[in-house]
């Protein structure tokens, strides 16, 4: 088995989809590749073929090497559903919401699970493409680590270090990095890349060169902006953009503070008659919106409360007083029912919150969380649905007599009295070509004859060739297989 973990020199400088698009060109040199994150921190998570959940990333990146995502693609994932706390999956599956200051403690058990699942990936692939999380300069984290540097000296995995040129100071964000680096940190170090550079690259020729005097390390690349990336679901709730698109049909989504599974809107937001707005804190949700979308959370009933300090709640009353449409998926579902019930404190504190009363259900959270693959039908228009569900807490009441879909002949969400009000658990669901196109059609818009998932599969292969073009792949081939030979 070669390996070849990426690292950042900070945060959102373009990791994953390297990494994505890496793998989806080692592929099409012939060779069996496997990604791997030791440890995510996300609330768009993706439900595995084994039954578990890993960030959406690493499903993403499972997608580009052809094969289907399972949990020890992303051992560790931790879900925060506070400011302060985060649940703590491990290979899949739920083990304790912890406080922040309590992680550090519990760190030390997760590097053996860790370094299972790496080895179990190892032993199918000629080569695994590792990811990184945050940044190796965070040395006042270093000790337990299992993200970067700690996972990469465990494993004897080498290291490219990618810098952003795009948010500024890319020379020093890596000879910084270089600098702060325990020496045997840094030797695991083979070479940096440089991201999403526009322009003349002879205009940074020198910063270049400057970079591998100042560090010792050798350049592999310098990645011009790649303008498809968009096309490609985002993991992180900093990339949703404001306003998508430009037609007729308006779609508008309350941006959550713990807003989850977001890239459900990537399809409507990639539909030419689809204008999309994202809502962000301080914002009025627009009046001329047909469809406001309730999107999932990692933690409804705080979210219910940051909905109506936001004045949301106001906004959507008069949405749906005009005529409007309104679309709660998973937790935005529960958000819709009389009240929501956490007897035992799994999302905070434990209690009662009373729930926007738009349809006439009621929640109940459970430990049990349920983590499945779900072959549905849309009742309204008889098409067939392929999503997940990844949610705790159980919903019912008269509403359900007028479920939004079918599931196994059992009835799947509800709608409202007047049809205009619709709740379901299913994510994922606009992905499928044929619902997307049905449903907006039944809402007054219009669909194209986009194909979601095959554009996502051609933007994968432009990622590879553009990688193909402006990075020295053979080099980093070369050093990945060092790792099997050390």
């Given amino acids: 088995m070669g390996a070849l973990m990426v ?3 900070g945060s959102n400088v373009g990791k994953s989809m390297l990494v994505a698009g890496l793998a989806r060109a080692f592929v099409r040199r012939g060779l069996a590749v496997r990604p791997f994150k030791p440890q995510n921190m996300s609330n768009n998570a993706a439900v595995t073929a084994d039954g578990g959940e890993i960030g959406r990333a690493q499903a993403l990146q499972a997608l580009a090497c052809g094969v289907e995502p399972v949990v020890d693609m992303n051992p560790v994932l931790l879900k925060p559903e506070t400011e302060t706390g985060a649940q703590v999956v491990v290979q899949g599956q739920r083990v304790a919401t912890v406080a922040a200051r309590d992680y550090a403690g519990l760190k030390p058990r997760l590097l053996a699970p860790v370094l299972e699942s790496f080895q179990r990936l190892g032993d199918q692939a000629d080569l695994v493409l590792v990811e990184g999380a945050g940044s190796p300069a965070e040395v006042n984290l270093r000790a337990g680590d299992i993200a970067n540097m700690g996972f990469a000296r465990a494993a004897g995995c080498p290291v490219l270090l990618l810098g952003d040129i795009d948010r500024g100071g890319v020379i020093a964000q890596l000879v ?14 083979h070479g940096f890349a440089i991201n999403k550079f526009r322009g003349d690259p002879a205009l940074f020729e020198d910063g270049y060169r400057l970079i591998e005097a100042r560090t ?15 096309r490609l679901p985002a993991e992180d709730a900093l990339d949703l953009r404001g306003t998508q698109g430009a037609g007729a049909f308006h779609i508008a989504c309350p ?25 962000r804190a301080g914002e009025a949700i627009p009046g001329d919106a047909d469809l406001v979308v309730l999107p999932g959370t990692k933690s409804t009933r705080g979210d219910l409360a940051y909905l109506r300090a936001q004045g949301w709640d106001i906004d959507i009353t008069a949405h749906l007083r ?23 404190g799994l999302e905070g504190p434990a209690g009662v919150t009373e729930g926007l009363g738009l349809l006439d259900i009621e929640t109940e959270m459970v430990p049990e969380k349920r983590l499945t693959r779900v072959n549905a039908r849309h009742v309204d228009t008889g098409c067939e649905i392929r999503g997940y569900e990844i949610h705790i807490g159980r919903s019912d009441g008269p ?52 194909g979601y998932g095959a554009r996502v599969e051609e933007t994968l292969d432009a990622l590879a060739a553009h990688l193909e073009r402006h990075m020295d792949l053979d080099g980093l081939l070369a050093v990945a297989k060092s790792a099997d030979e050390s």
């Fill in 322 to 344: 005009r005529g409007g449409r309104l679309l709660g998926l998973c937790g935005g579902y529960q958000m819709l029912g009389r009240r929501i019930v956490d007897r035992d």
């Fill in 255 to 279: 941006v959550l503070s713990r807003i989850a599974n977001f890239d459900d809107l990537d399809p409507l937001a990639q539909e030419p008659g689809v204008r999309l707005s994202m809502v």
């Fill in 216 to 230: 010792g390390w050798r350049g592999f690349g310098l990645v011009p902006w790649f303008a498809e990336a968009g």
């Fill in 399 to 450: 509403d359900r007599a007028r479920p939004f879909a079918e599931v196994a002949g059992r009835p799947e969400g509800a709608i409202s009295r007047d049809g205009r009000v619709m709740g379901s658990y299913l994510h994922g669901l606009f992905a499928d070509d044929g619902f997307r196109a049905a449903f907006l059609g039944r809402l007054g818009g219009q669909a194209s004859a986009l």
């Fill in 7 to 9: 690292q950042g020199a």
């Fill in 176 to 189: 910084g990095t270089r600098a702060v680096l325990d020496p045997a940190d840094a030797a695991l170090i």
